[in-house]
């Protein structure tokens, strides 16, 4: 670049040049999968997953799918109706778990956000559990928070102990509804939950009922291993708050058998 090209150079010019470049390869990374999918087909597919014969279902779940992540906006649009979320959860599976941070983004969308949660309590499971810190973010958000709650007590198992140190920090939450998410996701890891014990213990006292009643449900479905939170327990089944009282007292005939 010579001298006079250096001088009459502009920077800002540039840097729309670049924002603009950068903003036409964004859409094309989304619009192109679509494109080469074609409107017939995409109609067509969207049709066929209606179908009543199940192979031409699972022909058009693996379609739309074969779009990637691209594919959910016009998913999330198609599911306007409840009879439709179990077919779209279909190739929000078969997508795979891509699709989750996806879902994730998709629930800020004003339009959209509700469906999005949804489809991703449907498809949430162990696997895709890497999501965890986006979805105890997007429960804080009151819009979506039981969309992501839903799903995030939903994607924990049995086996899914490396999280139980998420979700316990996540008890100190200042958001109730967080803590309360949390102790339910908690309750979900039965094969390890002796070591959860001592944090639901804790979260017994919290002074939002809420967090109690997850807390106590929590402890009834990790069951005999939480035979040292009988003692916290017993003083939860005196609770004022009714469910507290209830769910406590139900816990401790699980412990006991």
């Known amino acids: ?17 670049f924002a603009c470049a950068l903003a036409l390869a ?10 080469a999918f074609g409107a017939g087909e995409w109609d067509r ?8 014969d199940e192979k031409v279902r699972t ?5 739309l799918a074969s779009n990637g992540e691209a594919v959910l906006p016009a998913l999330l649009e198609w599911m306007n109706s409840a009879g ?25 969308d004003p339009d959209l956000g509700g469906r999005a949660g949804e489809l991703l309590f449907r498809i949430s499971r162990p696997e895709v559990s890497a999501e965890l810190p986006a979805i105890l973010a ?21 086996k899914g ?15 109730p509804i967080v803590r309360a998410y949390a102790a339910t996701a908690l309750g979900q890891l039965t094969g390890k939950g002796r070591g959860a ?5 804790e979260a017994l006292k919290d002074p939002e009922p809420i967090v109690r009643r997850s807390a106590a449900l929590a402890l009834g479905k990790i069951g005999k291993k939480a035979s040292a939170a009988v003692p916290a327990l017993e003083t939860a089944a005196k609770d004022p708050d009714g469910e507290v009282s209830r769910l406590a007292a139900q816990a401790l005939k699980g412990i006991r058998g």
């Open 1 to 17: 670049m010579n001298e006079n090209a250096i001088k009459n150079f502009s920077f800002p010019r540039a840097r729309a040049f």
């Open 26 to 35: 964004l859409v094309a990374a989304v619009l192109l999968p679509l494109a």
């Open 45 to 52: 597919a969207f049709t066929d997953l209606r179908s009543s």
């Open 59 to 63: 022909a058009a779940v693996k379609a």
């Open 84 to 108: 439709r979320y179990g077919l779209a959860a279909q190739v929000g599976a078969a997508l795979g778990r891509p699709a989750v941070p996806a879902l994730v983004r998709l629930l800020k």
């Open 138 to 158: 997007c429960v804080r958000d009151p819009e979506v928070r039981d969309n992501c709650g839903r799903a995030l007590v939903q994607m924990m198992s049995p």
């Open 161 to 175: 102990g490396r999280h139980r140190s998420a979700l316990e920090e996540a008890l100190k939450d200042g958001n």
């Open 197 to 201: 014990v001592a944090a639901l213990v």
